[in-house]
């Protein structure tokens, strides 16, 4: 049974960090795609980043560039989204995807959601003083 568990979130005052986790079961990473996105109330969901577990590529959108990482730890089966220099624009529910990469080799990049197949229930991340 495929399976992904987000976790890490929580309250933080900008300029902090916090590192997400993506614990992966039912399958490896190393066969597929993982991408971050967010989303909050009343707006669509947004991709912030991804790995390509079998290019070992990664990618970010320009407002987390420079501030957020994305890894694969292969033995935990998890995907870690470290975020430093959080802003209040960056509080949102956190959601981690599954997705086969070759689909994002015909769209051009990683962010749309009709490309992933399983997602977690989302970790929630307020950025407030």
């Known amino acids: 049974q495929v399976q992904l568990v987000e976790s890490g979130g929580g309250l933080v005052q900008p300029g902090g960090s916090l590192t997400l986790s993506c614990a992966a079961s039912g399958f490896t990473l190393d066969h597929y795609g993982i991408g971050w996105f967010r989303q909050t109330p009343g707006k669509e969901r947004e991709g912030i980043s991804c790995i390509n577990n079998i290019r070992g590529s990664t990618d970010y959108i320009e407002s987390v560039k420079g501030r957020f990482s994305i890894s694969t730890d292969y033995v935990k089966n998890t995907v870690y989204l470290r975020m430093n220099n959080l802003k209040p624009e960056d509080t949102a529910v956190y959601y981690c995807?599954?997705?086969?990469?070759?689909?994002?080799?015909?769209?051009?990049?990683?962010?749309?959601?009709?490309?992933?197949?399983?997602w977690g229930q989302g970790t929630p991340v307020t950025v407030s003083s």
């Open positions: 995807g599954r997705s086969d990469p070759e689909s994002w080799i015909y769209d051009g990049n990683c962010y749309y959601p009709d490309d992933y197949d399983y």
